[in-house]
């Protein structure tokens, strides 16, 4: 790990064996928790399923693992949606390659610019942050058959059942413990949450502070239910507790721009993916990828 280099690094996920996967330009890469670090899929852009290094893809952004150790990809700039088995195999589920909005079959399907992705806790459908099209589409790991979720499509932000609902360009998606989908919000700032009857409501998120997109972009729960949100744009954590109350965590807005030392006084350049990990004493690490210092940082108490 301390020899190895990224490029430009989206995300970050672990599966139940401690492995880190995380996007990093047209690759996959992972993690052991030795910190070897080594290429899982990908090479050069393009769309091509395969094994490996020859698999393409463009852009990934957002990655999920089910129980079976399978890794789910938004393949951003090809607008469709990948598998990757254990043994690197790489294949479409759904999406041409071109930018729409259809339903239906995975071969049949369009999605534009994917952002988030996450499989449901049965491990029976994968739900997809469809950014371009302002929407959470759902596909059946079954079928691979294409549905909507919620979202109504539009730039407006608003409070209803499933696709009455308005969620601005979604980013990334994670279910918490209760079952409800946790959306970041990158087109208006704001963190969402869709219920299992499918009613979203707005947890919070918006710093009046700026004038600036701050883009959360991923996010991490703890063992209490917290939430720990990265907000891109803004160079910041935020946790926002049970009652969705906020506190910030890691990461000033200015300062002397120190990487190591305290939470709240480092700043990040853009952090991009958080994990949040705890041991058998509920001591908590919380890995950042910080894409513009191309690095991973840890956050530990002291």
Known sequence: ADVASFQQMVGLITDAAGNFYLSDLNRIRKITPQGVVSTFAGSVSGHADGNGANARSSLPASIAV?????????????????????????????????????????????????????????????????????????????????????????????????????????GNLAFDADGNLIITEKGGGMIRKMAPDGRVTTIGGFDPRQDVNIQPTHLSFDSEKNIYVVFSGGRE??????????????????????????????????????????????????????????????????
């Open 66 to 170: 089910d129980n079976a150790g399978n890794l789910y990809v938004a393949d951003r700039f090809n607008h469709m949606d990948r598998k990757i088995t254990p043994a690197q195999e790489v294949t479409t589920i759904a999406g041409t390659g071109d930018q729409g909005n259809v339903n239906g079959a995975g071969n049949i399907a369009k999605f534009s610019l994917p952002y988030g992705i996450a499989v449901n806790p049965a491990g029976t459908h994968l739900y997809v942050g469809d950014e371009g099209n302002d929407a959470i589409r759902k596909i059946d790991l079954a079928t691979n058959i294409v549905t909507p979720v919620a979202g109504n499509g539009t730039s407006t932000r608003k409070d209803d059942v499933g696709i009455l609902a308005g969620i601005p360009s979604p």
């Open 237 to 302: 954590i935020k946790k926002y507790n049970t009652a969705g109350n906020s506190s910030f965590f890691a990461g000033a807005w200015i300062g002397p721009d120190l990487e190591d030392g305290a939470a709240t006084v480092i700043q990040f350049k853009r952090p991009e993916g958080i994990v949040v990990k705890e041991d058998g004493q509920g001591n908590k690490t919380i890995y950042v990828v910080d894409q513009l210092r191309k690095k991973i940082k840890k956050i530990t108490k002291q």
